[in-house]
């Protein structure tokens, strides 16, 4: 179900492993609109249109911001679509980017170091484009084994309680809501339909199952734009096509990021060269306005500083500025189900776990669960029946890798509020901040070894900022190539410790 990045991805993995696989996807993603496009039409479109709902593609709303593809996710497509990488950069106008030499990030208010000990690639493409071409190149490589049900909506799980399995799914078409559903059954199915699945009311009605859940509201905004950058005059800004800079809340609660999305022939020479994706983005509610670009560059200099400002400035803007208020982070902890959960079905991607989308985790998030399960029915020793919980044990691994990374500091906003759901179905609400209600709300409750994290998140990026060898580790945890845990190796430890220290002594001494 859903044949997005998760869809996508998982179906080109388990061609090896099934004669036949079926998308249902809410969305007709194989309408002409999508599947003959040309190149300069996708741009068209995505440059012209508010928001994908006008091409009717409202399943992903996220469609139109900023999406950078992390190059752990990068390989993945490598791997699976051998031609795509070489389609994109010869008929779309993309390019290859270097970390190394194209990159200028700031984290937790420190800019990472650009001498890096290693190179991470970065496809300078948009989320629009980038799943349009994946879906056309699944077609071709593949066409004979899936079959897509498009603008065909799942609605409910058929199932076999006694049995805890999941059979099948009705389906029901999406123009004709009062049309009876239809049934479809298959050996294993896979819910791939993204942040607003409906896997945990089904299970729920079907088999009086609660997923555990967490949900944490921060309060994020977006509004990005498509943009020709033109140089300011600062060469540290002109001279890098890849600029972000992370909140850090509570002391600042604004950001912004650009990425390069095709190369564009240009005779003026104060150019970049590039049609970008621009973005600013907040938390603690803090919206950026999108109803003009005069005020958004005053809210942009007010609330992000000069750099940001005299990029944002001299930026020639392409496209509407399309907000996004809706992203949250939210976890189903399914592998504490054990044996519970059915046989059968699994969650992946967005519909397991969703993150800020400040880290860029989500899509490549996704490529790494599919993977997994391609690896779990590739090593060809497991029963059908068990392999649902083999994949919820490694694929919730790999989500709590991006969930670390990504929401550590989203517990820092001042009006956080989490919902937590446990397995006997009880709702705690928490949140902070909230003085006017007139009972008091539970307060957030951080961990001792959250707290930890956050101190040492800042005192890390601080030694990071003067470490190539830091700055490089700190990517190849975002890049997804490897686990957070790279950062606390002991000499890493050790670092952050003394440079820790040597700050509060010095403080103490004044
Ligand atoms: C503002 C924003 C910015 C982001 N930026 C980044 C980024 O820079 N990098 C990154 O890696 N990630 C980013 N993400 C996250 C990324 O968008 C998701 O992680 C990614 O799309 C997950 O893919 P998915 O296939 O799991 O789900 P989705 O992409 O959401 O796809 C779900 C699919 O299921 C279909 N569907 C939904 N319901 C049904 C149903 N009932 N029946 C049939 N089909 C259904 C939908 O039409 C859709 O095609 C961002 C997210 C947001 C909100």
New binding site residues.
């Given amino acids: 179900?859903?044949?997005?990045?998760?869809?996508?991805v998982t179906a080109a993995y388990l061609t090896k492993y099934f004669k036949r696989i079926t998308i249902?996807?809410?969305?007709d993603?194989l309408s002409d609109t999508f599947m003959k496009s040309t190149p300069n039409q996708l741009l068209d479109y995505r440059c012209r249109l508010g928001g994908p709902t006008s091409l009717g593609?409202?399943?992903?709303?996220?469609?139109y911001?900023?999406?950078?593809?992390?190059s752990e996710?990068h390989k993945i497509l490598q791997e699976l679509f051998p031609q795509l990488k070489d389609k994109l950069l010869n008929e779309y106008d993309v390019r290859e980017y270097s970390f190394k030499t194209d990159c200028r990030f700031m984290v937790n208010g420190f800019l990472l170091n650009q001498d890096l000990t290693e190179d991470f690639p970065l496809l300078g493409i948009d989320?629009f484009t980038l799943?349009t071409a994946m879906r056309k190149e699944l077609c071709l490589q593949y066409g004979n084994q899936i079959e897509w049900k498009c603008n065909?909506?799942?609605?409910q799980l058929i199932v076999d309680q006694s049995l805890n399995i999941i059979k099948g799914i009705k389906?029901r078409q999406k123009h004709h809501v009062d049309s009876s559903s239809i049934d479809l059954y298959g050996d294993f199915i896979i819910d791939?339909?993204?942040?607003?699945?409906?896997s945990v009311k089904w299970l729920k009605e079907s088999f009086n199952l609660i997923v555990p859940t967490m949900q944490i509201h921060f309060g994020?905004g977006?509004v990005?734009f498509i943009g020709e950058r033109f140089k300011t005059g600062d060469p540290s800004l002109d001279s890098k096509q890849i600029v972000a800079c992370s909140f850090n809340s509570p002391d600042n609660n604004t950001g912004f990021a650009t990425t390069p999305i095709r190369e564009i022939k240009t005779m003026d020479e104060n150019s970049l060269g590039t049609l970008s994706t621009l973005l600013v983005q907040c938390v603690n509610y803090e919206y950026p306005p999108n109803d003009s670009y005069e005020n958004l560059l005053e809210w942009i200099k007010e609330k992000l500083g000069p750099e940001c400002y005299s990029v944002f400035k001299s930026t020639k803007v392409c496209s509407p500025l399309v907000s996004?208020r809706?992203?949250i982070d939210d976890r189903k902890y399914v592998e504490q189900l054990g044996k519970k959960w059915p046989q059968n079905y699994v969650l992946?991607?967005?519909?397991m776990c969703?993150?800020n989308?400040g880290y860029?985790?989500?899509?490549?998030?996704?490529c790494r669960q599919a993977r997994e399960l391609g690896k779990i029915f590739q090593e060809n020793c497991h029963k059908l029946k068990d392999i649902s919980h083999i994949f919820n044990r490694r694929a919730s691994a790999i989500s709590e890798e991006c969930w670390l990374l990504s929401t550590t500091n989203d517990w820092k906003t001042p009006t956080l509020k989490i919902v937590e759901t446990d397995k006997n179905g009880e709702i705690k609400i928490y949140q902070r901040g909230d003085d006017s209600a007139p009972t008091k709300s539970l307060q957030p409750q951080e961990s001792l070894m959250l707290q930890f994290m956050q101190w040492y998140t800042h005192w890390f990026s601080l030694c990071a900022s003067k470490s190539p060898q830091l700055s490089t580790d700190f990517y190849r945890v975002m890049t997804q190539h490897s686990s957070p845990s790279i950062l606390m190796k002991p000499t890493t430890l050790l670092t952050v410790f003394y440079t820790a220290f040597i700050n509060y002594f010095n403080l103490s001494k004044k």
Wanted: proline share 2%; glycine share 14%; hydrophobic share 35%.
């Fill in positions: 179900m859903g044949g997005s990045i998760g869809g996508i249902i996807e809410s969305d993603v593609r409202s399943g992903v709303s996220q469609m911001h900023l999406h950078v593809l992390e996710g989320r799943e065909s909506r799942a609605v389906y791939c339909t993204g942040r607003n699945t409906s994020l977006y990005t996004y809706r992203a992946l991607g967005d519909a969703t993150f989308p860029a985790q989500g899509m490549t998030h996704a």
